[in-house]
């Protein structure tokens, strides 16, 4: 980005008339640096209605980088102007603030900064920080705010600034400045939470970790099988060189495979959480420590699930468009041809193969509505009944259709013998397994007398247990008592 386009925020300059009550009124906030996360800061403090005082080594030759509204002066110049300041360089250049180290004394330093591993230092950087300037109140702030939310808005990115520090003052100060510029302030408690906080930016998809490798895991899995039953047959039994299958039809086969799998993945867990209670007799027993976190990642396990459902579609479309059924579809009518077949028609194939389009695109729709109402700017617009009904029910609706597009798929073949290679069976009779028992189990558990006692169960009944219960009397009059609540 030019030198002119950052001195031109993207943002508007709003609050420029604030409240005399509010921080923005006459505050003014010190930056020191002149990086781009500096130079982001202070354009975002500047539309928040801020006077902003940047220091800087070379205040002449970055002052063009900034808004007109900000003045760009010297590092010790700008110290002496506020009492709140953004210390916005790295780790490594702390030291060259310490010649301002009696400046600096009695004022809030705000640390921005992260690392560029996680748990790089024995302490963090903020930690750090106060050290050096043991006179000084360091918070913690703004380091999982990129810079291009900060002139983007906080509407185009995350709106939470986590704040820690020993000073509850300070921290105050900093969660109402965060305020005034759009942000949600949430205070992670005392310094010691700094280095958590630090480590927040370097971490990759850590919710992730475990739905990309069991999809990963079942994609080889399945990709291998078929690979044997699509490839590997023909060449040993058929002597047919059928490799050029890999790239597109086999990776087709593997991937409806995968996304029906996850997608029944998504309520299992449900079900034996569900089980656990019936048995233990109560909902304040503790899961299982497996069951927690795959309870915990049932979203992530959703999407991958849609993912996989999507690419299964575009694949299919693609499938007309290989020179490989061109050439099959030739020989097909040169076949035909030969044997003078007028009229190849096969009413059932037919009503098969229009089933079959027609449910896939159904449960694809409503996969994507999953995904869809999942993501947390739809989710917050939704109440709670509404987000239950929509990934409970209709998520449950998804696997029941997914499970007919299978059968109309595979329709007769089951009972077909040349389906099965090397003795195998076709691979959609092995995806089978685990979506009909969650269904299986989903029907058991809304039967009257098994749905009443997981209603009870989850309202806070417990299984041998007294409670106390009032019954009314012939005359109106109501009388209490004790039973077993396994009774």
């Not at 500047?46 to 205040?59: H, M």
């Amino acid at each position: 980005m030019s030198s002119g386009d950052m001195a031109k925020p993207l943002l508007g300059h709003q609050n420029t008339e604030s409240d005399p009550n509010t921080p923005a009124a006459g505050r003014t906030i010190g930056v020191l640096g002149s990086g781009d996360f500096a130079r982001s800061l202070a354009i975002r403090l500047v539309c928040s209605g801020f006077k902003v005082v940047v220091g800087s080594r070379n205040p002449k030759r970055k002052a063009s980088l900034f808004p007109s509204a900000a003045e760009v002066t010297f590092q010790a110049e700008a110290v002496k102007k506020t009492d709140v300041i953004f210390v916005a360089v790295f780790r490594e250049h702390y030291s060259t603030l310490c010649d301002l180290a009696d400046v600096l004394a009695g004022k809030i330093l705000v640390d921005v900064s992260n690392n560029t591993e996680i748990n790089h230092h024995k302490e963090s950087n903020a930690e750090y920080l106060a050290s050096l300037f043991p006179a000084c109140t360091v918070v913690k702030g703004f380091n999982v705010v990129s810079a291009w939310t900060l002139q983007s808005g906080a509407r185009d990115g995350n709106k939470q600034v986590l704040i820690c520090s020993n000073n509850q003052e300070a921290k105050r100060t900093v969660a109402e400045i965060a305020q005034v510029m759009g942000f949600t302030p949430v205070d992670m408690g005392c310094m010691s939470s700094a280095c958590e906080i630090e480590n927040i930016p370097l971490r990759l998809l850590p919710t992730w970790k475990i739905p990309i490798f069991l999809s990963l895991g079942l994609f080889l899995c399945f990709f291998t099988y078929n690979l044997i039953r699509q490839v590997i047959h023909p060449y040993i039994r058929e002597q047919k060189n059928k490799l050029y299958k890999i790239p597109v039809e086999v990776v087709n086969t593997t991937l409806p495979c995968v996304s029906y799998v996850m997608l029944s993945l998504v309520y299992l867990p449900g079900v034996l959480a569900a089980c656990l209670q019936l048995y233990y007799g109560t909902k304040y027993r503790r899961f299982p420590d497996w069951l927690d976190q795959w309870l915990q990642h049932r979203k992530q396990i959703g999407l991958l699930s849609f993912f996989c459902a999507a690419l299964h579609a575009v694949y299919s479309l693609c499938l007309p468009m290989r020179r490989s059924h061109r050439y099959q579809l030739i020989e097909m009518a040169a076949k035909q041809a030969m044997e003078k077949k007028t009229n190849v028609w096969v009413e059932a194939e037919v009503w098969r193969m229009e089933i079959y389009i027609s449910v896939g695109i159904i449960a694809l729709g409503l996969l994507s509505l999953l995904a869809i109402t999942s993501l947390p700017s739809i989710a917050n617009s939704l109440n709670w009944r509404e987000f239950s009904f929509i990934q409970s029910t209709l998520g449950f609706t998804a696997l029941v259709v997914s499970t007919l597009h299978t059968l109309t798929y595979g329709w007769s073949r089951a009972f077909d013998e040349n389906q099965y290679k090397f003795y195998l069976p076709p691979t959609y009779t092995l995806t089978l397994l685990v979506p009909c028992t969650v269904i299986l189990a989903k029907v058991v558990f809304n039967l009257p007398c098994i749905r009443q006692r997981l209603v009870r169960i989850r309202r806070g009944w417990e299984k041998g247990r007294y409670v106390k219960f009032v019954l009314p009397s012939a005359t109106g009059e109501y009388s209490s008592g004790e039973t077993s609540s396994n009774v």
